[in-house]
């Protein structure tokens, strides 16, 4: 069985392909009707422990614009309650011949530990801090769209990289893929030698976004925090919050991107995260195309035709 645990264990050729079918997709999602008959004979659940907007919403249409039948569970309101296993869960869930599982968790690792023990593919929807691939992959998807390609553009990645999923995904991504890549934030949030996977640590937000051709920026996880790591959400915007004043002072175009959710008025502005520099909502949009594209090779369609 395959799997998308992480991109890690991806290869360049993965993240093409996979991003070239993404391409066939939005063209399938611009045209009258956008279902395609590809997974009528798959079920797919999404198995969610943990909150989520974007993600939960971009799989269940990208499931259902495949013609997939699709089944929703959350952990609250669950028999996960009563003390019910991660295992014994899905185990129960695909002895009703589901197929394919969508997984978020809050613990990092635990598609890892499920795809050893169940016989599924299963897709990663984020884990705990470690990997958010499909969001990397979106948001590679986006950067190309807008700037024609990812070979040597300079990405800054903004804000919590120690707690964040979205920047460990997007750094395997973009290295990968011959992006430069700096993390800037403050060195309370940010991971030591995480100069290794190769990108650059900068703690000088003006420096970072004088270099940088995209600022991806991301959100102080504060739930993921025992202990608040940065004095205030106040002094966080002051020092490392990205407003219009600040980008109108380094007068060139940066290309503005954030996963969501935003904390507006904290790490980002809304007078940027509304501007004409941010695809903030492009990114939401091709989120359905490339995952489409992930279920799609994952159920191994890939000599089939987009209909
Ligand atoms: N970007 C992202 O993962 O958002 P959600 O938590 O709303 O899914």
Redesign the pocket.
């Known amino acids: 069985v395959k799997h998308l645990l992480g991109i890690k264990d991806l290869t360049p050729e993965d993240i093409d392909l996979l991003l070239r079918t993404a391409d066939n997709f939005k063209d399938v999602l611009q045209r009258p009707i956008k279902k395609v008959p590809i997974l009528r004979d798959t079920t797919i659940v999404n198995l969610f422990y943990e909150?989520?907007?974007?993600?939960?919403i971009s799989f269940e249409l990208a499931e259902k614009r495949l013609s997939a039948d699709t089944i929703n569970f959350t952990a609250s309101g669950s028999s996960v309650s009563k003390g019910e296993t991660l295992i014994d869960t899905v185990q129960n869930i695909l002895s009703m011949k589901v197929d394919m599982v969508v997984m978020r968790h809050s613990a990092s690792g635990a598609p890892h530990f499920l795809a050893k023990h169940i016989n599924a593919a299963i897709v990663n929807a984020?884990d705990g801090i470690n990997e958010?691939p499909t969001?990397a992959l979106l948001d590679a998807f986006s950067i190309r769209e807008k700037l024609g390609g990812l070979k040597g553009k300079k990405v800054a990645l903004f804000g919590d990289i120690m707690h964040s999923r979205?920047a460990l995904s997007n750094i395997y991504l973009l290295t990968k893929m011959g992006a430069e890549v700096i993390v800037c934030g403050p060195p309370t949030l940010i991971p030591k030698h995480i100069e290794k996977l190769g990108v650059t640590v900068s703690y000088d937000v003006r420096k970072t976004l004088e270099w940088c051709d995209v600022a991806n920026v991301l959100r102080i996880q504060l739930e993921r925090q025992n202990k608040p790591l940065f004095s205030s959400l106040r002094e966080y915007s002051l020092y490392y919050g990205i407003n219009k004043e600040l980008l109108d002072s380094i007068g060139k175009e940066i290309v503005i991107m954030h996963?969501?959710?935003i904390n507006r008025g904290v790490e980002l502005n809304s007078d940027v995260a509304n501007s004409k520099h941010s695809i903030i909502l492009d990114q939401v949009q091709n989120g359905v195309a490339v995952r489409m594209a992930v279920l799609y090779l994952l159920a191994g369609k890939k000599d089939e035709a987009f209909g």
């Open positions: 909150n989520s907007t974007r993600t939960r984020g958010h969001q979205v996963p969501g959710p």
